[in-house]
């Protein structure tokens, strides 16, 4: 079974600054996605950013990267130029490509992440 | 496209009474997902359906829980005899079928206060 571990519980960081959040996972497949997903308190889960396992090249997506370490099995999300309405809970997601657990997330325990103005 | 629907967004509910939630999702989604949050926590996955088959169940789900998607489009979960322990947020979600990569969409949630 794949698990997904965020061992930063709270995170803050000054508007406008830079701040990166840690996630790492196990698994013994090799095809897969990992995601990060934004649980603003409106309590919606957002989808961030995805990447896929097979390609090198690090997800961007605006002000928001990811630096995907296959071997390391670590995903960590960069938020580049904070913005408040970045404050959320930020969650680390793993999915399997092929197989019967394709069909599901699984998620870590999520980081908070409060943006100081 | 209005997104993912779910109702009531809470409810409270004495121990030892059912409730059912009911979830719509994106309408050309033949994936539908339910998922169980509690504080503090990432979601934990409970039942998957594809159109109206129901082909995969957590252990979570307990015989007291029971997910349905009749047609193939909108899905009710119902718990019985509720315990404390069933307060949690319920999300649902869903997806296309065709690639596993697809982005699965959350609905905003039912929250449950069992009392």
């Known amino acids: 079974a794949q698990t997904v571990t965020q061992s930063q519980p709270e995170m803050s960081v000054q508007e406008a600054e830079t701040v990166t959040l840690s996630c790492t996972y196990d698994t013994s497949e090799s095809d897969y996605y990992l995601f990060w997903y934004k649980q603003p308190p409106s309590r919606q889960m957002i989808l961030v950013i995805r990447?896929?396992?097979?390609?090198?090249q690090n997800a961007t997506e605006n002000r928001f990267s990811v630096n995907f370490q296959k071997a390391a099995k670590s995903f960590s999300l960069k938020i580049s130029d904070s913005q408040l309405g970045d404050a959320a809970m930020y969650f680390c997601?793993?999915?399997?490509?092929?197989?019967?657990?394709?069909?599901?997330?699984?998620f870590g325990s999520g980081t908070q992440l409060t943006v100081l103005p | 496209d209005t997104g993912v629907s779910q109702n009531p967004r809470h409810k409270i509910t004495k121990r030892g009474q059912n409730v059912t939630f009911r979830c719509d999702p994106i309408s050309e989604h033949n994936r539908l997902y339910w998922y169980r949050q509690t504080l503090g926590q990432g979601p934990e996955f409970l039942t998957y359906f594809q159109n109206e088959a129901q082909l995969e169940k957590s252990r979570l789900l307990s015989d007291r829980f029971s997910a349905e998607r009749p047609k193939g489009s909108f899905s009710t979960l119902e718990i019985q005899r509720t315990e404390q322990g069933d307060s949690a947020m319920y999300l649902c979600?869903?997806?296309?079928?065709?690639?596993?990569?697809?982005?699965?969409?959350f609905g905003e949630g039912s929250w449950l206060t069992v009392v």
């Open positions: 990447q896929e396992a097979y390609k090198q």
């Open positions: 997601a793993y999915r399997s490509r092929t197989g019967g657990s394709a069909r599901q997330l699984t």
């Open positions: 979600a869903s997806s296309l079928a065709w690639d596993s990569g697809n982005t699965i969409y």
